[in-house]
């Protein structure tokens, strides 16, 4: 789904992601995907330049959904660290600690993909080998908190030593 990344619109991303997750059996992961989703379409909202505009996918592969925003910033976004007081700046950090993975693919001079996968194990959906089922919405960039220390945004995986490290 191609949209622009305004606070309206989140509310609407987060109903079709539902709707398409209950219609593939997927309601358990319904949560997740509808946080992941918002996190990364507020950080397209707050940070994306030159525009707000973005595209949101969401592929079920076998035994894995994946979400993912593609904007045309092509700057790479940061994890922070931040304090139990911090009120902004944990959206990638969220999305670490709820994701199975997550990661940043560079799309030279058209932007960027912002991406998380989730554990996708339903026997009400069986797809045939080598099979993708295509849906869409957007997502984008978070703020920091004063206190927030930068953390460089690991490409492609996140893997579990260095999620609890962006946790801890």
Not at 10 to 16: D, E, P, S, T
């Amino acid at each position: 789904m191609e949209l622009q990344a305004l606070p309206s619109r989140i509310g609407q991303v987060r109903r079709i992601i539902s709707a398409q997750l209950r219609y593939w059996h997927l309601d358990p992961l319904i949560d997740q995907a509808a946080l992941g989703v918002t996190e990364l379409l507020t950080n397209v909202h707050r940070h994306a330049q030159p525009d707000k505009m973005c595209t949101v996918d969401v592929e079920l592969l076998l035994d894995r959904l994946t979400v993912s925003v593609h904007d045309h910033d092509p700057r790479m976004p940061t994890v922070r660290r931040f304090g139990t007081s911090a009120t902004s700046g944990r959206g990638l950090a969220l999305v670490a600690a709820m994701s199975e993975s997550w990661g940043v693919r560079p799309q030279g001079d058209s932007g960027k993909v912002v991406w998380f996968t989730l554990p996708a194990s339903s026997p009400a959906v069986t797809m045939p080998p080598g099979a993708a089922v295509y849906g869409a919405t957007t997502i984008g960039p978070f703020t920091g908190a004063p206190e927030a220390e930068i953390l460089p945004v690991v490409p492609e995986t996140e893997t579990a030593a260095a999620r609890s490290a962006v946790a801890g």
